[in-house]
């Protein structure tokens, strides 16, 4: 939700570390490897017991994970490759996420698989009708809006962490709202695709 209608309240911010890296020859899909590093350290600060870290690197690397896309529209070097590294990445980026909460709060552990379900049959959703759409935006492929987009996965994400005495509520609310957004794009695909 947040990705789709919040963007354009960041996007001078987007575009002007976009033009930074543009600026020093730095290309997508190096912006976008060290997104990912920055992503999975996040899950290692959470082991090493400093969560304030592990967030901050967190949304650095969703920062970046903007920046990337910018960087290839401008300089028009947008390619299949780079888009597949971006949603590779940020989903085992969210893996070093939920694998640190695991081994540090076992009680978790059953909410953390199911939220991890969650984010599989949403993203199967998501890609498989990227994959099936015919896209009109900027996008590499046609993007489903949800209510639990990226932004609100690094806020529920930073929660867990931040608050991690409350991890098993914040980790279901979290798991409801993916499930939610899984049954909105499904619905949505079917609208799209029954013919």
């Given at each position: ?9 960041v ?5 002007s570390v976009a033009?930074?890296f543009i ?5 997508a899909?190096k ?18 017991g400093q ?6 690197v967190?949304w ?5 994970d ?7 529209r401008?300089?028009g070097?947008s390619?299949?490759?780079g888009a ?6 940020d989903?085992?980026?969210e893996l ?5 909460l695991?081994i540090?709060?076992?009680s ?15 993203m199967?959703?998501?890609l ?11 996008k590499?492929?046609?993007?489903q809006?949800?209510?639990a987009e990226?932004?609100?996965?690094f806020?529920?994400?930073?929660l867990?962490?931040i608050f991690?005495?409350h991890?098993?509520?914040?980790t279901?609310?979290y798991f409801l ?19």
């Amino acid at each position: 939700m947040l990705d789709t209608h919040g963007r354009k309240y960041v996007e001078p911010i987007i575009e002007s570390v976009a033009n930074a890296f543009i600026n020093r020859s730095i290309s997508a899909n190096k912006v976008t490897v060290l997104a990912f590093v920055l992503g999975i350290s996040s899950g290692g600060w959470m082991l090493l017991g400093q969560p304030l870290i592990a967030t901050a690197v967190l949304w650095i690397s969703g920062l970046l994970d903007a920046v990337d896309g910018a960087i290839a529209r401008k300089t028009g070097t947008s390619s299949s490759w780079g888009a597949l590294m971006d949603i590779t990445f940020d989903r085992i980026v969210e893996l070093s996420v939920i694998i640190s909460l695991a081994i540090l709060y076992p009680s978790a552990r059953l909410v953390l698989i199911m939220l991890t379900g969650s984010i599989i049959i949403s993203m199967t959703v998501f890609l498989t009708v990227g994959a099936l759409s015919k896209n009109t935006k900027n996008k590499a492929f046609y993007y489903q809006a949800g209510l639990a987009e990226r932004t609100e996965g690094f806020i529920m994400s930073s929660l867990m962490m931040i608050f991690s005495n409350h991890i098993i509520i914040i980790t279901i609310v979290y798991f409801l709202a993916i499930l939610f957004t899984a049954g909105q794009r499904l619905k949505e695909a079917y609208e799209l695709l029954k013919n």
